[in-house]
């Protein structure tokens, strides 16, 4: 379950951000998740469950935003969503295309006192 590695280095950085900024409680935790990490929403949420425990984060809520892939062709430009693991262009048929939303995984925020 890689989703307790991804969770464990999420929480540390928003704990460390916290004591910077001498945040004594975390009330709620919001992170970007895409989709071609392939974390799972609830295992993310268990895996935070588990962690804030014992820690400034002990009655958090975790907010998850999921990213869906989106591609642009190198070709004509054209931004699109793929359908399935089709990734050539919808518009001009190229199989040259990259990823420009879908890897993210990051804090967006947290909220405290």
């Known amino acids: 379950m890689h989703e307790l590695a991804l969770v464990q280095g999420l929480l540390e950085s928003v704990l460390e951000q916290a004591k910077k900024h001498q945040i004594k409680k975390i009330e709620r935790v919001k992170i970007v998740?895409?989709?071609?990490?392939?974390?799972?929403?609830?295992?993310l949420q268990f895996a935070f469950e588990v962690l804030r425990r014992d820690t400034p984060a002990g009655e958090a809520v975790l907010e998850i935003e999921r990213r869906p892939?989106?591609?642009?062709?190198?070709?004509?430009?054209?931004?699109?969503?793929?359908?399935?693991?089709?990734?050539?262009?919808p518009q001009c048929v190229s199989g040259r295309t990259s990823i420009v939303e879908g890897r993210e995984l990051?804090?967006?925020?947290?909220?405290?006192e």
């Open 33 to 43: 998740v895409g989709d071609m990490t392939s974390a799972m929403p609830e295992s």
């Open 69 to 89: 892939v989106k591609l642009t062709c190198q070709e004509c430009h054209f931004v699109f969503r793929p359908e399935g693991l089709k990734y050539s262009c």
């Open 106 to 112: 990051f804090v967006e925020y947290f909220e405290g």
